[in-house]
């Protein structure tokens, strides 16, 4: 039997991931939208993610190849705030930040995947977690409460969105005067980072689109190995 030294044996697991997700991608449902483009910047949207490759997410190498965990430091949560992981997948976030904001605060767990919310529902009762709440909402409307939210959160998310325009209005009005926006998005402008490009964003495009839709982009943080986070307000 071959034996692989550490660093092959990374190699293999990172390739096996990137093949997990690229079937992933390729058997995601086909919809009327597929071929769109963004009307503002002229993007191509990308597929969503199917349910099916959902172990992609929760892979083991994740920490080290993405950082999730520094990445949800920077969000600086704190106890008592309400938040939304919109297209929470598997619940890899949303059960990290219910820790963060305790059984004062409240996460919303959004996705329009049932399957994704049912993942999410069977981690949840290995857990004593009870301030996750899941909303299964529609493309163009995650469905959240107006007026509730300190915060929204989209990992790796919002290239997938087939109505950005529309999610954006649903998510001005969810979010409390003040309220921000959140994205994490692999990094366009960096060539190495080894995601196709039409499921990576620059903060340029990023910038022109989320800006139309009434948000304002208050700082971009560089500090992860793959991706940046993009912190909008809404004023
Ligand atoms: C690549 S996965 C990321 C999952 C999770 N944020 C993570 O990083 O572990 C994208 C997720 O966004 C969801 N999604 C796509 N379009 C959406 C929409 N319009 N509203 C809410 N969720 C959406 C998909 O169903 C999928 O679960």
Do not use: C
Not at 106 to 134: F, H, W
Not at 228 to 233: D, E, G, S, V, Y
């Amino acid at each position: 039997m071959a034996t692989f030294t550490h660093p092959m044996r990374l190699r293999l697991l990172r390739a096996l991931a990137l093949a997990a997700l690229a079937v992933a991608l390729a058997t995601a449902p086909a919809r009327a939208q597929d071929d769109g483009r963004h009307p503002v910047s002229g993007r191509f949207f990308a597929n969503t993610m199917s349910a099916a490759g959902a172990s992609w997410l929760d892979r083991p190498e994740r920490e080290d190849e993405e950082a999730p965990k520094k990445a949800i430091a920077l969000l600086g949560l704190k106890p008592g705030d309400v938040v939304a992981d919109v297209g929470a997948g598997s619940g890899y976030f949303a059960l990290k930040m219910a820790e963060l904001v305790g059984p004062t605060g409240r996460v919303y767990a959004a996705d329009i995947q049932q399957e994704m919310l049912d993942i999410i529902k069977s981690k949840l009762g290995y857990t004593p977690v009870k301030n996750v709440t899941l909303v299964l909402g529609a493309e163009d409307n995650p469905k959240l409460p107006p007026n509730t939210l300190d915060m929204a959160l989209m990992v790796d998310v919002y290239h997938e969105l087939h109505e950005p325009q529309a999610v954006l209005t649903h998510l001005r009005e969810a979010l409390k005067p003040g309220g921000r926006l959140i994205l994490l998005e692999y990094r366009a402008e960096d060539p190495k980072v080894p995601i196709q490009t039409l499921h990576k964003m620059s903060v340029q495009v990023a910038k022109l689109e989320i800006e139309h839709e009434g948000f304002v982009l208050a700082k971009v943080l560089n500090d992860l190995p793959w991706q940046h986070l993009l912190i909008f307000t809404r004023p």
